[in-house]
């Protein structure tokens, strides 16, 4: 069978944990299934092929087909005039989309689309105007209902989509496909690395509003004024919306606490070995994000037995509940207290215990997840 894929989210700059999963499923998929044919299509008027899909030619059975349009006009086009049909391109009859995009597809084609979390239906303060416009015009809803199958990556975000997408009906065509832990290496830049003076704690995230990153900034000036800690607090991610008022909190809180310089760390950290030796050297993770559909940094810190804060909302009450402290992502008191804590030999020691008794490698796997993706494929 051949199999349509829409690559296109492989042309964004921004290493997003949608694009990790994304490229880590498909990889894994392409390597283990000899039985399909898969067409991989994207678009792009004069941009150079993405290194990320020329990789997915390592395998006999992947194609590229590509579109040499201005990506407004195309989306434009889909838009109006539901032309030009994907599948009519690609001569196939079953699309896979990792991520909602602009779609237009004959009514024969059956496509199956994978829905990553419903956080611009329920923080859609997190969004500027050009992500909440986008969002609109794309029409999640309606791609949903349309969909043959939605693959999704935690039951927190299969509860959200069957509610709000949904409208709480056809939970059989919902299917969750967990993502694995141990990531192929993504980034193409040879990055000058050097682990940051210990102890640590560390922020991993994209700095945006929905990552909550602004808090445990605030949480640690706290502590460090009142001199209940020592650690130097690393913040390593990607620029993302809003990233300068972070910037300058940061500013405000060491103008009020001059002990503070030099004790913020920003990082810029692509590769996956590079940000896995931070995550096992820091002493504390905090992500207290106000959502997620997954979250992949407080798996990685447990799965190398470093401790982790997280919120008691979305999939990370799903995933890390039993496993480490969680806190209100409202409540900062909660926050300082749980830093704190976090932070006692006791209580590292006793995370660290549970987790040892966890394979996080075995429970989060790519190659199961790969497995379920193609036998969801296959199905009539």
């Not at 069978?1 to 989210?9: E, Q």
């Not at 799965?303 to 480490?324: D, F, H, Q, Y």
Request: with cysteine; charged share 25%; proline share 4%.
């Amino acid at each position: 069978m051949k199999i349509g894929v829409d690559a296109r989210l492989f042309f964004e700059r921004h290493l997003s944990g949608v694009k990790i999963y994304s490229f880590n499923l498909l990889y894994n998929t392409f390597k283990k299934d000899r039985g399909n044919t898969y067409i991989l299509f994207y678009n792009s008027f004069n941009k150079k092929t993405p290194v990320l899909i020329k990789k997915f030619l390592e395998f006999e059975n992947v194609r590229l087909k590509r579109l040499y349009w201005p990506n407004k006009l195309l989306n434009l086009s889909i838009l109006l005039f539901n032309r030009p049909r994907l599948d009519k391109i690609l001569k196939v009859k079953t699309f896979y989309f990792p991520n909602i995009t602009f779609i237009a597809l004959s009514k024969d084609c059956r496509y199956f689309l994978t829905i990553h979390d419903a956080s611009f239906i329920l923080f859609p303060e997190f969004l500027n105007f050009k992500r909440k416009l986008w969002h609109f015009l794309v029409n999640p809803r309606r791609l949903a209902q349309n969909a043959n199958k939605i693959i999704t990556v935690s039951k927190s975000s299969r509860d959200d989509i069957l509610k709000y997408f949904l409208k709480n009906k056809s939970q059989p065509k919902i299917k969750v496909i967990k993502p694995g832990i141990n990531h192929l290496e993504i980034s193409q830049s040879d990055e000058k690395f050097v682990l940051p003076q210990k102890p640590y704690i560390l922020i991993l995230s994209t700095l945006e509003p929905r990552k909550n990153i602004n808090s445990t900034i605030i949480a640690y000036s706290y502590l460090i004024y009142r001199q209940k800690i020592d650690h130097n607090l690393v913040i390593a991610g990607e620029e993302g919306w809003l990233t300068q008022e972070t910037k300058n909190l940061i500013k405000i809180q060491i103008a009020k606490n001059k002990r503070l310089k030099d004790k913020i760390i920003f990082l810029k950290v692509k590769s996956e070995k590079n940000k896995e030796k931070l995550v096992r050297s820091a002493a504390l993770l905090v992500f207290p994000s106000f959502y997620e559909g997954f979250g992949f940094p407080p798996l990685e810190a447990l799965k190398n037995r470093t401790p982790v804060i997280v919120s008691n909302t979305s999939s990370l009450a799903e995933n890390c509940s039993k496993k480490t402290l969680i806190i209100n992502p409202q409540n900062r008191y909660e926050l300082i207290q749980a830093i704190q804590l976090s932070l006692k030999t006791d209580i590292q020691m006793l995370i660290q215990e549970k987790n040892r008794q966890t394979n996080y490698e075995k429970e989060y796997n790519w190659q199961i997840s790969a497995n379920q993706l193609i036998a969801h494929l296959n199905q009539n």
